[in-house]
């Protein structure tokens, strides 16, 4: 599975407000600082304010920062709001009546996918946002 640009990015800015969060960032700090374009930077801050995982203040002395702290941001809520799509193939869509796929009733690669896709899921269930922040290995 690849994650999307979007969600990959948005894992990047939470990580870099994380990092910096005893101040307010902009979106061209953290832009230079991510080596993401401030148009994209610009999209993944809005929803995730839009999220509650960010908040953002305008004005001269606006900026951002986290809504939460690193710990009460769970990965696997960063992952569900972000990533558009998490059907793996055109079978598993909410659709899937309209598919080409000639082995569409009697397949047992659904099947497989469902457990491979909830297997990955329940282990981002398993961190927040703090967990990235952390210098010792995860594994």
Known sequence: MQLSKFSDYSF???IYLAQHNDALNTIENMAGELKISQNHLKKIIHKLSKGHFIETFRGREGGIK????????GLFDVLLYTEINTDFVEC???????????????????AIIHKAKDAFMREFQKYSLQDL???????
């Open 92 to 110: 598993l869509k909410h659709n899937a009546k309209h598919t080409k796929c000639p082995y569409q009733i009697n397949c047992n690669l659904k």
């Open 133 to 139: 922040l952390q210098t010792d290995n995860i594994v």
């Open 66 to 73: 986290l809504a939460k702290e690193p710990k009460d941001i």
């Open 12 to 14: 990047r800015a939470l």
